[in-house]
């Protein structure tokens, strides 16, 4: 198994650039790619990005392009996400998800989840 344990969230300002971090333990050979979701009260789980475990390859939801960079560091089994020029909208939960295919969307049988970090915007 895969465990996850994302970090990060918290308390930002509207325009901010917050980093998240997931941890990813267990059998990260079976990791074939990381995504980041988000969910909002009262909405569906979305995707926001994703990048493959090995080789390259990044994917980013339309409304994070240009602002959220996805990355990861394979020596440490960690995936980061750098979010800049935060909007009221990014508030969510965060989740990190690890998948066995590519590209990751929310329908894949994923591996594992973490159990979400809290992103709040202040205006």
């Known amino acids: 198994q895969v465990q996850l344990g994302e970090s990060g969230g918290g308390l930002v300002q509207t325009g901010g650039s917050p980093r998240l971090s997931c941890a990813a333990s267990?059998?990260?050979?079976?990791?074939?790619?990381m995504g980041w979701f988000r969910q909002a009260p009262g909405k569906e789980r979305e995707f926001v990005a994703a990048?493959?475990?090995?080789?390259?390859?990044?994917s980013y939801a339309d409304s994070v392009k240009g602002r959220f960079t996805i990355s990861r560091d394979n020596a440490k089994t960690m995936v980061y996400l750098q979010m800049n020029s935060l909007k009221p909208e990014d508030a969510a939960v965060y989740y990190c998800?690890?998948?066995?295919?590519?590209?990751?969307?929310?329908?894949?049988?994923?591996?594992?989840w973490g159990r979400g970090t809290q992103v709040t915007v202040s205006s």
């Open positions: 998800a690890a998948d066995r295919e590519w590209p990751v969307r929310a329908g894949n049988n994923f591996l594992s």
């Open positions: 990048i493959m475990w090995r080789g390259v390859g990044t």
């Open positions: 267990g059998r990260t050979f079976d990791i074939y790619a």
